[in-house]
């Protein structure tokens, strides 16, 4: 049977870093603040704020809500970006997308200082995950793929990743990641002919397609380390991942691994998310 790779032994490790930095950053004066922006009420949106709440609290971090009716309208978004920007108090903001229909993503990504940009939801952060240089964050679930294979002990040098997604928030930032740090990335998409040889040819698989239990035996080989990313309702309102996890676990083997859903990635991407906040209070000059 393969090694199941929870996320709570890597959400823990995370906790026990950010309590000593918070504890230093409160030493120096700082206490760190995330704001939360959200428009409208979906629940996924309440269930990770929820979850971002009470992740932020054990650690010590604040929490400003900026809560928009659905209608509240470009400007009010705008307005409460420009707030955040402005507040020094104000480390770094999550912003829930997508956004509702007639609302300017582009626009209010862009408008949020990059400093406070802890979800790498802005060009400046995409360019630092793209190029290796500069100051942004990378998006947090790419981040939390790579914090999972540093947290187990996963060689990523040399070894042959298959990301399957090729997404701006997980598939493109994680193959990037991935390559800095000497992997062999193919990236794949729904265009991309013979999905299973491809992924079968993995040493390490990155699932980020939102299909839920699509792949199943045929796509995997004995040894690989499978990283399920998705995070979707089956057809009886339950949770799981992309990987058809029953069937992939059958011919993972012993050598194998793979992430489970829930209480894989999706939980270390909210503790990434608060060691991203502290880095921002720890690099802020206030
Ligand atoms: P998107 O819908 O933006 O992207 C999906 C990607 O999957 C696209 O690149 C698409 O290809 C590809 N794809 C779709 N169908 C196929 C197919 N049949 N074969 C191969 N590739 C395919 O989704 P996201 O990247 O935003 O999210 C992906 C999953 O990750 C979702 O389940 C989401 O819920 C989950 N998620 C998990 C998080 C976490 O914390 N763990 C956080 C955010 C999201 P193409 O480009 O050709 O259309």
Redo the contacts with the bound molecule.
């Keep these: 049977m393969p090694r199941i790779l929870a996320g709570k032994p890597i959400i823990d490790a995370l906790k026990e870093d950010g309590l000593k930095r918070v504890a230093a950053l409160k030493d120096r004066g700082i206490d760190p603040v995330l704001a939360i922006v959200r428009i409208g009420a979906r629940p996924d949106d309440l269930s990770y704020e929820r979850t971002a709440i009470k992740r932020a609290e054990a650690l010590g971090i604040g929490v400003r809500l900026f809560q928009l009716y659905e209608d509240a309208g470009q400007d009010a978004l705008m307005k409460a970006i420009g707030e955040i920007n402005a507040d020094q108090g104000i480390h770094g903001c999550l912003m829930f997308r997508p956004l509702p229909a007639g609302y300017d993503e582009e626009a209010a990504c862009e408008a949020l200082d990059p400093r406070k940009d802890v979800d790498g939801i802005g060009r400046a952060a995409l360019a630092r995950v793209f190029t290796g240089r500069g100051e942004g964050f990378a998006p947090?679930?790419a981040a939390?793929c790579l914090e999972m294979l540093d947290g187990y002990g996963i060689a990523i040098e040399g070894k042959h990743v298959v990301v399957?997604?090729?997404?701006?928030?997980?598939?493109r930032p994680v193959a990037m990641m991935l390559l800095e740090r000497n992997a062999t990335v193919t990236v794949?998409?729904?265009?991309?002919e013979n999905?299973p040889a491809v992924v079968k040819a993995a040493d390490i698989v990155v699932l980020?397609?939102?299909?839920a239990r699509?792949y199943d035996k045929t796509y995997f080989s004995p040894g690989q380390i499978v990283l399920d990313?998705?995070?979707?309702m089956d057809e009886d309102g339950d949770l799981c991942?992309?990987a058809d996890f029953d069937s992939a676990e059958g011919v993972l083997g012993d050598e194998g691994a793979i992430t489970p859903v829930p209480r894989?990635?999706?939980g270390?991407?909210?503790s990434v998310l608060m060691k991203h906040v502290i880095e921002a209070a720890q690099r802020c000059e206030c």
């Design positions: 947090c679930t939390a399957v997604g090729r997404s701006l928030v997980i598939g794949c998409h729904s265009r991309t999905l980020a397609t939102g299909r699509a990313v998705g995070i979707n991942g992309d894989g990635i999706g270390v991407t909210t």
